[in-house]
Nanobody, 126 residues
């Protein structure tokens, strides 16, 4: 069964950093596009960034450019979201999601992704 398991969320002060992990099981992430989404209270889920596994990353939220980056560890079948210089506006539940690569490309729309992590809470507060 295709599964994504997330970890790494928590409470940090403004300016702090967190690294979220998204471990894939039941499939090889090498064949998938991985998107990162977030949902703040009272808001719709929004696409943050997306990566095909190359050095190219598509950002859907301008405010995270220069602060967020994603990487992959193929040996661990895990994708990471490194979040630096965190701001209170970054507070949300963060989700990783997988979409089959090849025919499919990166997308900011949740409905285009078929596999989802359970979500992990990121709270940025003093």
């Amino acid at each position: 069964q295709v599964q994504l398991v997330e970890s790494g969320g928590g409470l940090v002060q403004p300016g702090g950093s967190l690294r979220l992990s998204c471990e894939a099981s039941g499939f090889d992430l090498d064949g998938y596009v991985i998107g990162w989404f977030r949902q703040a209270p009272g808001k719709e889920r929004e696409g943050v960034l997306c990566s095909t596994g190359s050095d190219s990353v598509t950002y859907y939220v301008d405010s995270v450019k220069g602060r967020f980056t994603t990487s992959r560890d193929n040996a661990k079948n895990t994708v990471y979201l490194q979040m630096n210089s965190l701001k209170p506006e970054d507070t949300a539940v963060y989700y990783c999601a997988a979409r089959r690569s090849g025919y499919y490309s990166c997308s900011r729309y949740p409905a285009h992704f078929g596999s989802w992590g359970q979500g992990t809470q990121v709270t940025v507060s003093s």
